[in-house]
């Protein structure tokens, strides 16, 4: 069986709201989020800074680590150096987070333009280029680093960056198909191999005990060799970095200024996880206005969201029933049951 997984069709909803706990608020703009220790660095592409915020703090506050960056849109640690992609500069950066006053030292400069992700493995350091449909990487232990491209070909703006062993994971966009795929970095022309796909861009992934977890619309959570996967419903606007520390799954919030996090044992097994369509079908799909249920053994109560994790509609369907649609703009919604089963459709 292929470790292909279509995000949209096996994944399960649940509400995070209440098990939400905020941790700073009212930053400008987090984006790219990394630990090292108990410190969780910040990258904010509007301050144009890198904050830190010791997460033990009984009350957590966000220092300036560094400023005049420009567009800090990736971060990934090598012991004690931070590297920073800097998107609106064309270049990478980095810091000594151990100095008390740390300076910029370029890294690599002059790239074609600017570069979106990193990840780093022994001392390779992986670079993603959206808008060059390629990723790179640099030895960071010379003196003059020159960028290699290690994969270029079937690449579509290649965005976030994630290493598990040999595999180097990335999200790319092409076509509105949006997908995570993963290359062999020990191979001398590596290709990639799709891991899952999904139904908006992925904008960070990161890899934690076995687990892929990544932000688009929504978080998801994926199993790295057993496959299936979730989708944690988020109401307050797009989760954008996201970095994990002792089990818990921190998050950036551009949208609402904020760093959340969220306890990942609370987060459902992909053992839970049944793929739609070994259960019930939703026809006809598209629908203008009604739609039904296969296979139903008994009432469900049901909800039903749009793009944006609002509850557009909710009630329950009997056997034989339908739900009508008609009051319904427009577009693709989801439609989440009791027994934990969602699945898409689209209002024609």
């Known amino acids: 069986m292929k470790n292909f997984f279509l995000f949209v069709f096996f994944s399960f909803f649940i509400e995070l709201n209440a098990q939400i706990t905020d941790i700073v608020t009212g930053l400008p703009s987090p984006n790219p989020i990394v630990f090292k220790d108990n410190i969780l660095y910040v990258g904010d592409t509007v301050a144009n800074k890198i904050y830190k915020i010791d997460v033990t703090s009984s009350v957590p506050v966000a220092q300036d680590v560094i400023s005049g960056l420009n567009n800090p849109i990736s971060l990934v640690f090598n012991g004690n150096d931070l590297y920073i992609a800097e998107f609106g ?30 990840a780093i493995s022994g001392n390779s350091l992986y670079i993603s280029f959206r808008y060059q449909n390629k990723i790179s990487k640099i030895d960071i232990t010379a003196a003059n680093p020159i960028l290699n491209t290690v994969h270029y070909n079937s690449i579509h703006a290649p965005i976030a960056l994630a290493i598990n062993g040999n595999d180097l994971y990335f999200s790319t966009t092409s076509a509105n198909v949006n997908t995570v795929k993963k290359i062999d970095i020990t191979q001398d022309y590596p290709t990639a191999s799709i891991f899952m796909s999904g139904s908006g861009v992925t904008f960070h992934i990161i890899i934690h005990e076995g687990y892929l977890y990544m932000s688009e619309l929504f978080i998801g959570k994926f199993g790295l060799v057993n496959g299936g996967g979730i989708a944690l419903l988020m109401y307050e606007g797009l989760p954008n970095g996201l970095a994990v520390y002792d089990n818990y799954l921190y998050v950036a919030q551009i949208v609402n200024n904020r760093i959340y996090k969220y306890d990942v044992s609370l987060i459902l097994s992909t053992n839970d996880v049944i793929p739609i369509g070994e259960k019930s079908v939703l026809y006809p799909n598209p629908a203008s206005d009604y739609i039904k249920v296969s296979k139903l053994t008994r009432t469900e109560n049901f909800k039903i969201y749009d793009m944006l994790g609002i509850e557009v509609l909710n009630g329950s369907i009997a056997l034989n029933g339908q739900i009508e649609i008609k009051s319904l703009n427009k577009g693709m919604y989801f439609i989440h049951f009791d027994d934990r089963s969602t699945m898409k459709f689209i209002k024609k």
């Open 89 to 118: 500069s064309n270049k990478i950066s980095k810091i000594d987070v151990t100095d008390s006053n740390p300076i910029i030292q370029d890294v690599i400069t002059g790239l074609s333009t600017g570069p979106t992700g990193l």
